[in-house]
């Protein structure tokens, strides 16, 4: 099993990368926290691959649900997997099950923030 965190745009649709679209239209399925949100990024960018909700209700039955694709991409609402939603419990339960765990780089919103602020970004530890 492959497992894709997948950055997606936090307001813009047009800050994602192209490997994120690549990835996002490569996969077998995209699972994602809200199949209506991600369905409109997916649709706006003319990518026909079908989505799974797999949101904290259902992140405990990801092992089920992703059982039949060897290939998934997983995106949250805005932002990177794994910060503040559903995408850090996916990759500690899909490490634990020995699937392949790649994230790609994308939008966050924590260097724009830090970049604006004026502090010394030389010492950001």
């Known amino acids: 099993m ?3 965190l997948v950055p997606t745009p936090i307001g813009n649709l047009e800050d994602i990368t192209l490997r994120a679209l690549r990835v996002l239209g490569e996969a077998e ?3 994602c926290e809200d199949t209506r949100r991600t369905g409109l990024l997916l649709r706006h960018y003319g990518i026909p691959t079908p989505t799974l909700r797999l949101d904290q209700h259902t992140v405990g ?3 089920e649900l ?3 694709y060897g290939y998934v991409a997983y995106a949250t609402d805005a932002g990177t997997p794994g910060i503040s939603d559903p995408g850090a419990e996916l990759v500690r339960l899909a490490l634990e099950w020995g699937w392949r765990v790649e994230a790609l780089p ?3 919103a924590l260097i724009p923030a830090l970049v604006a602020s004026g502090l010394p970004t030389h010492r950001f530890t």
Do not use: D, I
């Open 29 to 31: 399925v995209v699972a």
């Open 61 to 63: 039955r990801a092992r």
């Open 66 to 68: 992703l059982a039949p």
């Open 2 to 4: 492959r497992l894709v």
């Open 106 to 108: 994308g939008p966050t």
